[in-house]
């Protein structure tokens, strides 16, 4: 029996071979995302790994030499530059990653997208920073990703023992910084939006023109085929079309490997080697595509199992019951309850928001055909043409097929919706400041209590600096547990743009940085007077240095280097007001990015999946649309029919999972941080606009068929 199914698969005639190679194809476009998806997560493991090189734990034992490391964040042009003072304690000292060998005084590594920025730039925008002999580039073993800005600078024990965060290593462990169990949180559910329609992409194929099949099977029962020889013939002519298409597959993700890493779907490319397959991932796809489809095959064939007669019971299904939202409803109360009980912990603030989105999830999946059919009645009430009124009344009948080809659009939408929904809302609370605003050319260093002394000569080197408005100190409030402000300043040296004294005061309680948290600089600002007197002021330690520019890059960048050069001990480098944010809001629209692949990604698969299933309607429906064109009825009528059952419930899906998922975006973000959610951009909506308007085009580029399969030669032979 299996020869005997390879020779319907293959030598079937035109309408057999046609069928082997839309499953075939369908088969491997969805393969071929699949394999990207499990490469994409093997990717994000390799990317944490190599994170952990350059942020190691601090491992001791074994007879290994001490390596003093200290790892701080400097930033150029609003890019983080990851610096690491390294200083050897003996010839067994552990060597940094991508280094051929731990750097001596005076000498550093530098990566490959730092030395372009060394060579672009005046040194004293940036390679001041780093005085002494390059000797050598940092391999990609050591680096995050290709752009990464790294620098590895050598030093002696004394020097580097005395720099911030500074711990002695014996190995330089691999183990990731971020909790496994979190980041496979995150990617299970990105991995969840795609895979679900792809799933359903590849069931839909399997079963393409499945009635005709299930006909074909039934009078090979009245000849005398068993069940089981049926059931051979059946997964033979699925699997055969699946292998196939998973070969292709294959070859389609390593032909598009190298382009697919480039972009930083998590805020930064991978490298293409990151984009790997282990064995595992090879053979659950090799061997998982294939088997589902048989599967799929056998599923198709459940009436024929019945008798050689199942194929003519064919009945209204049962009508969905409205129970189907009660898993919804529950979700949202679980939402709504979190925002009065919020638990302390990170594991029990997961244990009450991931139930709730879970639970919207399965009941999206399952009220589905509940709400098609709703929907479809509806349509049906107020209908006036009858093309709208026979689809509508089609689609009420059997709401389960009409939704089975468009959940996934329904899930992947829910999700990024979400995913989409947080990130905007965070961004706009916590970004960067506005580019012009006053704040965006302040630069300041925060000193820690044991910081050496600060130059004299520091605040004249800077002020000397082309675009430098003024240079300050902002030392530190003797009585800041009781007072407004952590610092000191004096009057005269406020600029009128962030303020001014209290009426008298010669000496205000000021921010660190003249601007208070999560505030903008403001020239009617009026800080509170202080009780230390001028005289005293000089002898307190400094707590910050504050250099306001004009806003251009290069006074910026010069003023950042002045202060790192004379004071190389910093705990967190001289910063501008957003570099930080800027940083974190650059890893939030990474993860942005891949919500809108999944949702383009979705809707493609979504569109696919339509068009395949259009198909297979068409086929198995030729006679009764043959007969409707005996009648009288227009071709334009049947092609209104086809695209309405396709049409309406996808256009309807979007709207609710698309509400749903702002909806929770908006429960989540009161309950965890106290934010309103901040409606996307509007780049969201045209993306998601223009993804079913593809959708739509594909399904109307198969109502050409109709004409064709419909003749009257069709009523006449079947």
Not at 546 to 568: K, M, N
Request: glycine share 10%.
């Amino acid at each position: 029996m299996i020869g005997f199914g390879l020779r319907l698969a293959v030598a079937g005639g035109r309408e057999a071979l046609t069928r082997l190679l839309v499953i075939a194809a369908a088969v491997a476009i969805g393969s071929g995302l699949l394999l990207t998806t499990l490469a994409g997560v093997n990717a994000v493991n390799a990317q944490l790994t190599r994170y952990a090189s350059v942020y190691p734990n601090a491992l001791t034992g074994g007879d290994a030499d001490p390596l003093w490391w200290s790892t701080r964040e400097d930033y150029f042009h609003g890019k983080q530059i990851i610096r690491i003072d390294v200083a050897a304690t003996g010839p067994d000292a552990p060597t940094p990653t991508g280094v051929p060998s731990t750097p001596g005084p005076g000498e550093y590594y530098a990566s490959p997208a730092l030395r372009k920025l060394l060579a672009a730039h005046p040194a004293d925008q940036l390679a001041d920073r780093y005085p002494g002999r390059d000797i050598g580039t940092v391999g990609p073993a050591g680096l995050t990703s290709p752009d990464t800005l790294l620098v590895i600078r050598g030093g002696t024990p004394d020097e580097v023992a005395t720099l911030p965060l500074a711990r002695q290593l014996t190995t330089v462990g691999d183990t990731p910084a971020l909790p496994e169990t979190t980041v496979n949180l995150i990617l299970s559910v990105i991995a969840g939006g795609l895979l679900f329609p792809l799933l359903i992409f590849v069931g839909t194929a399997t079963r393409l023109n499945a009635a005709r099949r299930e006909q074909r099977f039934a009078a090979m029962r009245l000849v005398g085929a068993t069940p089981k020889q049926i059931s051979v013939v059946a997964a033979v002519e699925a699997t055969t079309a699946a292998v196939v298409g998973t070969a292709v597959g294959f070859g389609l993700f390593y032909a598009f490997r190298g382009p697919m890493a480039g972009i930083p779907f998590t805020g930064m490319p991978f490298f293409p080697n990151d984009m790997s397959l282990g064995v595992l991932d090879t053979l659950l796809v090799a061997l998982g595509v294939p088997a589902g489809a048989a599967v799929a095959a056998q599923v198709s064939l459940r009436r024929v199992r019945i008798s050689p007669l199942g194929v003519t019971r064919r009945v209204t299904p049962r009508a969905p019951r409205a129970y189907r939202l009660i898993p919804i409803l529950l979700g949202v109360a679980v939402l709504f309850f979190a925002i009065g009980f919020r638990p302390p912990t990170s594991d029990g603030q997961a244990a009450v928001f991931l139930p709730g989105l879970l639970l919207i999830m399965a009941g999206l999946i399952l009220a589905g055909p509940w709400l098609t059919m709703v929907g479809a009645r509806v349509v049906a009430r107020f209908a006036n043409r009858p093309a709208t009124l026979i689809a509508a009344r089609r689609l009420a009948d059997n709401p389960k097929a009409g939704f089975r080809a468009i959940s996934g659009i329904m899930l992947a939408l829910f999700v990024t919706s979400v995913a989409v929904g947080v990130i905007t809302t965070i961004v706009a609370n916590r970004g960067p400041a506005p580019v012009g605003s006053t704040e965006a050319g302040q630069v300041s260093l925060y000193l820690p209590e044991d910081a050496p002394a600060t130059p004299d000569s520091l605040f004249t080197d800077l002020r000397s600096i082309t675009g430098v408005r003024s240079a300050f100190a902002v030392r530190e409030n003797p009585d800041w547990m009781s007072a407004s402000e952590p610092g000191l300043i004096a009057c005269a040296e406020i600029p009128s743009a962030y303020g001014r004294c209290a009426e008298g005061a010669t000496v205000a309680e000021v921010a660190t940085g003249l601007i208070p948290f999560r505030e903008s600089a403001s020239s009617t600002r009026v800080w509170p007077a202080a009780s230390v007197p001028l005289g005293e002021l000089q002898q307190l330690p400094v707590m910050s240095i504050v250099v306001d520019t004009d806003g251009s890059a290069a006074t910026i960048e010069r003023s950042r280097t002045a202060l790192e050069t004379a004071l190389p001990a910093f705990r967190v480098a001289p910063n501008v007001p957003g570099d930080f944010e800027s940083e974190f809001a650059n890893t939030l629209r990474g993860w942005e990015q891949l919500a809108n692949v999944i949702i383009i990604a979705s809707l493609a698969l979504g569109g696919c999946s339509l068009a395949v299933s259009v198909i297979g309607g068409l086929t198995e429906r030729r006679r009764p649309f043959s007969l409707l064109r005996l009648s009288g009825a227009p071709v334009r009528v049947l092609r209104r029919v086809v695209a309405l059952e396709s049409a309406v419930p996808m256009l309807a899906v979007a709207a609710v999972a698309i509400g749903m998922g702002l909806l929770a975006a908006h429960l989540f973000l009161r309950a965890q941080m106290g934010y309103t959610l901040i409606a996307p951009e509007p780049r969201f909506y045209v993306i998601v606009v223009v993804g079913l308007a593809a959708c739509l085009g594909v399904i109307a580029s198969t109502l050409p068929l109709l004409e064709r399969i419909t003749g009257p030669e069709t009523a006449r032979s079947e």
